[in-house]
């Protein structure tokens, strides 16, 4: 069966770097893309970028150009999520979530447990 | 752009419940729409994929559609275990492209 497993919480301070881990396992790593979305406490959904494991290729959310990077360690089998320049409003929980292969590419069919990212001085 | 749902929607265990997502031309107008299911404290589940395709395992009581700039969601034969945070996304054309979350509709069940 397929599970992503991320990393654990995370306090930072403004201004400061967060790098998440994703380790899917129960598929072909490279077969699928991953995706990472977070929430923040109370507020909807919200979609940084996606990466395709197969070649490292990278589609990532106009709003957090230069200062999210998303990537893959094909040997790990792991997938990353750092975000710079963290803000209080960057407070979320964040998950990586893979899309299941279909015509869009945004189908997201299996989710992470969700990383918790306290940004506070 | 946005995509629009009502903030809470309610039924009694058996009834139907439709919960609409509005969009634009730059999103739903052009692209499929998908739908999640969020139980308290957990990852959002995919309940509907490519407008009105189902997961296996997810039950067909769950039936989902889409007409020009809007989708729906349908759950019929309500559950009590139904009650949760629902969420549309979809892909917008717009900002070189992302994909868009609505706001959530809290579904009770009464």
């Known amino acids: 069966q397929v599970h992503l497993v991320q990393s654990g919480a995370e306090v930072k301070k403004p201004g400061a770097s967060v790098k998440v881990s994703c380790k899917p396992s129960?598929?072909?790593?490279?077969?699928?893309?991953l995706h990472w979305v977070r929430q923040a406490p109370g507020q909807r959904l919200e979609w940084l970028g996606w990466?395709?494991?197969?070649?490292?290729?990278?589609k990532l959310s106009q709003k957090f150009q230069g200062r999210v990077t998303i990537a893959t360690d094909t040997f790990a089998r792991t997938a990353y999520m750092e975000l710079n320049s963290l803000k209080s409003e960057d407070t979320a929980v964040y998950y990586c979530?893979?899309?299941?292969?279909?015509?869009?590419?945004?189908?997201?069919?299996?989710w992470g447990q969700g990383t918790l990212v306290t940004v506070s001085s | 752009s946005v995509l629009t749902q009502p903030p809470s929607a309610s039924g009694t265990p058996g009834q139907r419940v439709t919960i609409s997502c509005s969009g634009s031309w730059s999103n739903i107008g052009r692209n499929t729409v998908n739908w999640y299911q969020q139980l308290p404290g957990t990852a959002p589940k995919l309940l509907i994929y490519n407008s009105d395709q189902r997961p296996s395992g997810v039950p067909d009581r769950f039936y989902g559609s889409k007409s020009g700039t809007s989708a729906s969601l349908a759950i019929s034969g309500l559950q009590s275990e139904d009650e949760a945070d629902y969420y549309c996304?979809?892909?917008?054309?717009?900002?070189?492209?992302?994909?868009?979350f609505g706001g959530g509709t809290k579904l009770t069940v009464l």
């Open positions: 996304a979809a892909w917008d054309d717009s900002l070189n492209g992302y994909v868009i």
């Open positions: 129960g598929y072909i790593f490279t077969s699928y893309t």
């Open positions: 990466v395709n494991a197969s070649n490292g290729h990278t």
């Open positions: 979530a893979r899309d299941l292969g279909g015509y869009s590419g945004y189908d997201l069919d299996y």
